[in-house]
T-cell receptor, first 115, second 114 residues
Framework: NAGVMQNPRHLVRRRGQEARLRCSPM?????VYWYRQLPEEGLKFMVY????????ESGMPKERFSAEFPKEGPSILRIQQVVRGDSAAYFC?????????????FGQGTRLTVV | AQTVTQSQPEMSVQEAETVTLSCTYD???????LFWYKQPPSRQMILVIR??????QNATENRFSVNFQKAAKSFSLKISDSQLGDAAMYFC???????????FGTGTRLQVTL
């Protein structure tokens, strides 16, 4: 059973370009969470999605950031017109459809560098 | 808002010795879950141990155990018989009903020396 797969592992973008980060949850998992980790900091929650629905986007910046989790295919975190401050590691986690205290399974993250 | 505080940015322990990492949290909830995650240089987030707040018994996983003090809102991690492979960043995390919407502390970097 493959774990949470994120790609790419490393992404370099010039200021003003778009960044697309992909996350394939574990098999059977329908909940996806995105986190951002700035250098030397802990992970900060960004958004929680279920298939075709955004459940909680309270941690998402209001502009330039969007996320989706379509019926088919991976979850996508999209950052438009990237700036240097977007440089960070972005982690995806997935969990099964129901159950409390469910362990969050994390991917290995995508390190975004904006130059 | 819930907060998680790790007051030790760095800790060091000798191989085979025991070390305790501190974590405190602030919440008005009565039912919640606490976690310790390990992040080695590979960046992979690895769940070390989990504690349900309604359980009085402290969780234990092999060499890892917690001291959960609910009234004091304290959740420390004890690593016994430390090994070189334990060197990593350790993050304390908290969640309530939404299982994986985690609030993380700022982390403690653990060094293991010979």
């Amino acid at each position: 059973n493959a774990g949470v797969m994120q790609n790419p592992r490393h992404l370099v973008r010039r200021r003003g370009q778009e960044a697309r980060l992909r996350c394939s949850p574990m098999k059977g998992h329908s909940h996806v969470y995105w986190y951002r980790q700035l250098p030397e900091e802990g992970l900060k929650f960004m958004v929680y999605l279920q298939k075709e629905n955004i459940i909680d986007e309270s941690g998402m910046p209001k502009e330039r950031f969007s996320a989706e989790f379509p019926k088919e295919g991976p979850s996508i975190l999209r950052i438009q017109q990237v700036v240097r401050g977007d440089s960070a590691a972005y982690f995806c986690a997935s969990s099964p459809p129901q159950g409390r205290s469910t362990e969050a399974f994390f991917g290995q993250g995508t390190r975004l560098t904006v130059v | 808002a819930q907060t998680v505080t790790q007051s030790q940015p760095e800790m060091s322990v000798q191989e085979a010795e025991t070390v305790t990492l501190s974590c405190t949290y602030d919440t008005s909830e009565s039912d919640y879950y606490l976690f310790w995650y390990k992040q080695p240089p590979s960046r992979q987030m690895i769940l070390v141990i989990r504690q349900e707040a309604y359980k009085q018994q402290n969780a234990t996983e092999n060499r890892f155990s917690v001291n959960f003090q609910k009234a004091a809102k304290s959740f420390s991690l004890k690593i016994s018989d430390s090994q070189l492979g334990d060197a990593a960043m350790y993050f304390c995390a908290y969640t309530t009903g939404t299982a994986s919407k985690l609030t993380f502390g700022t982390g403690t970097r653990l060094q293991v020396t010979l």
